[in-house]
């Protein structure tokens, strides 16, 4: 099956640093790629759809200029928390598609803990 | 009103129960539905997709009422390693979105 990586695994942080998310499609190329957070007992809630090459498009509530979005190739999305508070400390996951077709199949990277202090 | 909405549980059953979850959604536009398991601080993980015509995958079975814009999935013969949280997912109308509900916790005991 379809392999999506994500580096790091866990982050720890201080207040007002800048964190660098990885999402890489191994095995397949990654048209779409999609960004999630989840809060604890809470459901993932989509903050951004990446394509290759164009800009993102970010859910409402969601502050383009806090997390920046780069998918710079067909295997690579980078989310970057900028200035990051406490409250940003969450459990991001990326999300991979082949397609951009409304029943396309997303495969899950593993997560990423960012834990801000 | 949340977009899909699950009772968060949790289910305590034994092993060999049989245990339904339920979700509805609100976007009677959405295409596609599906239920995804989630460990605790792992990532989701797809279980199945759910059909109009019901579907089953060995203990599983999801069923899909459209005009209730109701979603279940059925696990007969509960195993320990079925403890999870098990989300109820749906495509956002056309588009390759998927909402998540809140999930429901499963706590299966010897």
């Known amino acids: 099956g379809a392999v999506v990586s994500q580096h790091p695994s866990r982050v720890i942080c201080k207040s007002g640093t800048s964190v660098k998310i990885e999402c890489r499609s191994l095995?397949?190329?990654?048209?779409?790629m999609f960004w999630y957070r989840q809060f604890p007992k809470q459901s993932l809630m989509l903050m951004a759809t990446s394509n290759e090459g164009s800009k993102a498009t970010y859910e409402q509530g969601v502050e383009k200029d806090k997390f920046l979005i780069n998918h710079a190739s067909l295997t690579l999305s980078t989310l970057t928390v900028t200035s990051a508070h406490p409250e940003d400390s969450s459990f991001y996951i990326c999300?991979?598609?082949?397609?951009?077709?409304?029943?396309?199949?997303?495969?899950f990277g593993p997560g990423t803990r960012l834990t801000v202090l | 009103r949340k977009e899909v909405e699950q009772d968060p549980g949790p289910f305590n059953v034994p092993e060999g129960a049989t245990v339904a979850f339920n979700c509805t959604y609100s976007n009677s536009a959405s295409q596609s539905f599906f239920w995804y398991r989630q460990d605790c601080r792992k990532e989701p993980k797809l279980l199945m997709s759910v059909y109009s015509s019901g579907n089953e995958d060995g203990r599983f079975t999801a069923q899909l009422n459209r005009a209730s814009q109701y979603i279940s999935l059925l696990i007969r013969d509960s195993k320990l390693s079925d403890s999870a949280t098990y989300l109820c997912v749906v495509n956002s109308g056309g588009y390759n979105k998927l909402i998540f509900g809140a999930g429901t916790r499963l706590a299966v005991h010897p």
């Open positions: 999300s991979a598609t082949p397609g951009a077709g409304a029943t396309d199949t997303q495969y």
């Open positions: 095995d397949f190329q990654a048209t779409t």
